[in-house]
C-alpha cells in the first residue's frame, strides 16, 4: 500500500490542541448568521443606488450551509477553517449533507495549500440541537473517502472529542461503519495489520486500521481514477 498517498483520521481530546497536537489549521464549526461572506465594512450613503445597495448587501450575506471561510488566526495553530453547517434559527441546527460537504471543501483546500495536519471538533454536534454522534460520524466519513480518491499526498485529521467515553463511542462508530461497507477484509504480508477494503465510486480503498491513535484508521486508493 502506498501511505504516501493516504489519509489518516485520528481520535484525541480537545485538551491535546496546543499541547501534543501542533496542526497546520484547525476546523471549527460556526452558525450561518454570524459569518459573513464580506470582510470589509459595509459602505452605503445616500448617493447610492439601489443597485450599489443590492451589490454592497450581497457581499456581506450569510455564507451558505456547506460552506467555509479561512481566517489567519495565531496560537496554537496559525489558520483556522470555519465550516458553516449550523443554522441555529432551526432546529435541527445541521444536517450532515451540511457537515460532508464542509469537510470535503475544506480537506481538498488544505492539500492545495500543502498542509498536512489538521484538527477538527464533531461539525455538526452542537447541545443537542444538530447532529446525533452516529450521524457526525458517518458525515465524516463521508467525506474522508471522497478525498482519499485524489488525494496526492499525505494528510492527517485528528478529530477532538471532549472525554474518553465519547473517543470510545466515535472509535467503535468508525469500526462498525467501515466493516459494514467492507467488500472484503484481510491482513497484510507482514501481518502488521487489518485492512478493510471498501468501494468509493467504483474505486478500491485500503482502510488501515491505526495502531496507537484511540482507534482511527489511514485511507488509501488503492485504484486510480480516470
Known sequence: MNRERSLRLDLDLGEALGRRLHPDA??????????????????????????????????????PLGRYLLRRRGEPTPWTYQAVVHDLEVRPSCRAGNVRRSLTAILGDAVRRGMTSLSAEPLGVWRGRGLALDEMVGAFEAAILEVSIDLGTPLRLTLLLDD????????????????????????????????????????????????????????????RPE
Do not use: W
Request: net charge negative.
Open 26 to 63: 484547525a476546523i471549527v464549526q460556526e452558525d450561518r448568521n454570524l459569518v459573513m461572506a464580506g470582510a470589509g465594512v459595509l459602505d452605503l450613503d445616500r448617493e447610492d443606488d439601489l443597485d450599489a445597495a443590492y451589490l454592497a448587501i450581497a457581499e456581506h450575506r450569510p455564507l
Open 164 to 223: 474518553m467515553a465519547a473517543v470510545e463511542e466515535v472509535s467503535h462508530l468508525l469500526r462498525s461503519r467501515l466493516l459494514r461497507k467492507a467488500s472484503r477484509s484481510f491482513r497484510t504480508v507482514d501481518n502488521e495489520s487489518a485492512l478493510v477494503e471498501v468501494r468509493q465510486r467504483g474505486l478500491r480503498l485500503h482502510c488501515r486500521f491505526v495502531p496507537g491513535s484511540l482507534s482511527g484508521y489511514s485511507v488509501t486508493c488503492v485504484d
